[in-house]
């Protein structure tokens, strides 16, 4: 790596974090299992079965947000990491690093917060550790979440598996999590409100499994956004990608933002949405099990897999350009 210290941007979802992942992480301790890339690693040999598993640390400035805060944020990463491999999510760990003059009110509701989402989300808490830094030393509360889920014999969802003519369908509108954060952090005022999208799930996926039974991949748009997302599906299976720019739904609040900000929207961070990739002869299905389900109700079919290498949007007319990668640090501390 040409970088000699470590930045903000390596851990921005974009092409800095994609380096120190491959160049420090994976050539230190790399193997096939990690080199797979997916949110969660699927792992044999026990006795009931395969799991899933998946880890994940939250440290976003500020710790309440409109529509959430840290503790549901850690929840619902690590259950939202844990479905996309197809599992059942079961169990979490989690890890608390506290900084010295928390208030303990605050630690208090950031925990209601977590057993609150746990319970809608179906799965349990059942280990985790605690540790406490000098004052100054620890932005407050970081939380390290770690999940485990059941995966279904013979299911194998991966990027990986990505084919040209599959379709690409979005399960609701982008940029709310990043922008609800970034307009707390920096009290900006917009005339309408703009929350978190910030949701598990795992209930969402399992019905699109359940319509929907040759799905290729899962993956939640988060840090990065729908272009990191896309980007490494490309690279993953080594096709292109077309975006209907038309077909992807953005709050008009959340859009105006983004153009005010200066941001892309399709790099901004979500937290409550999923990408899905499936077959052409199933698209209808799951679109219509991802609009069944409380968190689907705005999904949307945005694209299709062609033969290539790129990502690229199309505009209302006909026209293409190439979606990229984050470069560098958008929104530091979204999750």
Do not use: W
């Not at 998946?54 to 990463?77: E, Q």
């Not at 509360?141 to 014999?153: A, E, F, K």
């Not at 609040?253 to 990739?277: F, H, P, S, T, W």
């Not at 052409?280 to 609009?291: F, T, V, W, Y």
């Amino acid at each position: 790596m040409a970088d000699e210290t470590v930045m903000m941007s390596h851990g921005s979802g974009g092409t800095m974090m994609q380096r120190i992942i491959h160049e420090v992480f994976l050539e230190s301790y790399g193997d096939d299992i990690l080199a797979q890339g997916d949110d969660a690693a699927s792992l044999s040999g026990f006795d009931s079965g395969r799991i899933a598993l998946s880890t994940d640390t939250f440290v976003v400035t500020p710790r309440f947000f409109p529509g959430g805060d840290i503790g549901r944020l850690a929840i619902c990463g690590t259950v939202n990491d844990v479905a996309t491999s197809g599992a059942q999510v079961k169990y979490l760990s989690a890890g608390f690093v506290l900084e010295e003059g928390l208030p303990m009110d605050e630690l208090r509701r950031i925990c209601a917060s977590m057993a609150a989402t746990c319970a809608e989300a179906g799965v349990q808490i059942v280990t985790g550790d605690t540790k406490v830094v000098n004052r100054g030393h620890g932005d407050g509360i970081y939380i390290n979440t770690t999940g485990v889920g059941l995966l279904p014999q013979g299911r194998d969802l991966s990027c990986r598996h990505i084919k040209p003519g599959d379709k690409v369908l979005l399960s609701g509108s982008l940029g709310d999590h990043g922008i609800a954060v970034i307009s707390q952090r920096e009290g900006l005022g917009f005339s309408t409100s703009i929350e978190s999208d910030a949701a598990p799930l795992n209930h969402l996926i399992a019905r699109v499994l359940e319509a929907a039974p040759h799905v290729r991949c899962f993956r939640d748009p988060t840090r990065g956004g729908l272009a990191s997302t896309l980007n490494e599906f490309a690279q993953a299976s080594g096709v292109a990608i077309t975006v209907d720019e038309e077909s992807v739904p953005v709050h008009e609040q959340v859009r105006g933002a983004c153009e005010m900000l200066g941001y892309d929207i399709y790099q901004v961070a979500n937290e409550g949405k999923m990408v899905c990739v499936v077959p052409p002869e199933e698209a209808d299905a799951a679109l219509a099990a991802m609009r069944g389900d409380t968190y689907g109700a705005e999904a949307a079919l945005i694209g299709e897999v062609t033969e290539g290498e790129k990502v690229r949007v199309r505009n209302a007319f006909g026209a293409t350009r190439i979606m990229d990668m984050l470069v560098g640090e958008q929104l530091p501390r979204i999750c």
